[in-house]
């Protein structure tokens, strides 16, 4: 029978295991992999994310990850850039594809004067493996190839078609620059996904319970994209790989078993969350850390997203760093108390310094 959860509860465990409510002493590959990656098409996204999560996170250990090859920028689920183990990429992007291969259809095949995917794909494999192309570099090598065609369209076929892998200086702490592209296999090295078909479903529920839990059905699906995901999860639970709770508002919630809910009384300090961050942006379940309206004042019309206040674990308002600045705005959405204000000052002081700290560094 479902155990239930209060709403207090709910929060109170989905901050702990997103290590929110106290920063944790641990590498940054094993909060990303427990965070099952990172959205981040800015690139700075993650430094903040990581920044907020670890005590002491420095911006050279997640720039060696990379430069190491260990960890990926890639697009992955809802055709959405990640910043993910490079071996979870391997075997997630197949599962992504579907959504990916959608796009293409819709958004680029018909734009196709006298030519067709399959040859376009082929050609930029050719091309990807010669060398790394930017986007702008990959266009026109295929337009030449393909006459008439739109070098835009050609590159957004193979984006789509192709798990390929932005290199670094991008994605770096001081890196700059377009995009620039590889295949995963020529970046990472050769190899087999680990996982395929059920199981990888059944691994991907896993691995977003573990980090998001405990979670609805459409939450689950919202985050990865995938559809028709109802009769996994319940036959997982048959299973006894899941327990069931009855969520506050009367909601079917799922988690792994034997994982333990947070108590509801635990204090939850004032955080600056990431731009873009997965705890609040394509979260089915948003309705445990933030009121819709509230979080509606923080959609923007050109997609960019501020970072978030949480007080008392939940939104409560955004911050933004002016380019070429270190000062940290805020803007609470209604007016906190004094000691809100002072945790909130101390939080804000925390990010400036490390802002300054190792943005006056050489790169």
């Known amino acids: 029978m479902a155990q239930p959860i209060t709403a207090g509860q709910w929060n109170r465990t989905l901050l702990q295991r997103q ?82 291969d959608g796009e293409l259809r819709a958004a680029y095949e018909p734009k196709l004067v006298s030519t067709t995917s399959p040859p376009v794909i082929a050609d930029a494999v050719e091309l990807l493996r010669a060398a790394p192309m930017t986007g702008d570099e990959l266009g026109r090598e295929l337009a030449q190839r393909h006459p008439g065609e739109n070098p835009s369209t050609l590159t957004g076929i193979a984006r789509c ?44 529920i896993r691995l977003y319970l573990r980090g998001f839990g405990p979670a609805s059905i459409g939450a689950i699906q919202k985050w990865s994209g995938l559809r028709q995901l109802r009769g996994l999860v319940e036959q997982m639970e048959r299973d006894w790989e899941l327990a069931v709770y009855t969520g506050p508002h009367g909601q079917m919630l799922y988690d792994l078993e034997g994982l333990d809910l947070a108590d509801a009384d ?31 004042r923080t959609v923007t019309p050109n997609g960019r997203s501020p970072g978030f206040i949480l007080v008392d674990g939940r939104l409560a308002g955004v911050w933004r760093i002016p380019p070429g600045s270190t000062v940290v705005q805020t803007e609470l959405f209604a007016g906190g108390s004094p000691e809100v204000r002072a945790e909130l000052d101390d939080e804000v002081s925390r990010l400036g310094e490390w802002l300054s700290e190792w943005l006056s560094r050489e790169r």
Not at 63 to 89: H, K, P
Not at 187 to 202: F, H, K, M, N, T
């Open 19 to 100: 290590h929110l409510l106290a920063r944790v002493d641990e590498d940054a590959i094993e909060v990303i992999d427990r965070l099952v990656g990172m959205q981040s098409q800015d690139p700075a996204s993650a430094f903040f994310g990581l920044h907020c999560r670890i005590d002491g996170f420095e911006p050279p250990e997640l720039d060696a990850l990379l430069i190491d090859r260990e960890i990926v920028r890639i697009a992955l689920l809802r055709s959405t850039i990640f910043l993910v183990d490079g071996q979870d990429a391997r075997w997630i992007r197949p599962l992504a594809q579907p959504v990916i």
């Open 266 to 296: 635990q204090p939850a300090p004032v955080r600056l969350i990431a731009p873009f961050d997965h705890i609040l942006v394509a979260q089915g379940d948003r309705v445990r850390i933030a009121d819709d309206d509230l979080f509606g």
């Open 161 to 204: 078609a192709l798990p390929l892998v932005q290199i670094p200086p991008r994605g770096l702490w001081q890196g700059s620059g377009r995009p620039t592209y590889r295949l995963l296999d020529d970046w990472i090295g050769p190899g087999e996904p680990a996982l395929d078909g059920d199981e990888a479903r059944r691994e991907l």
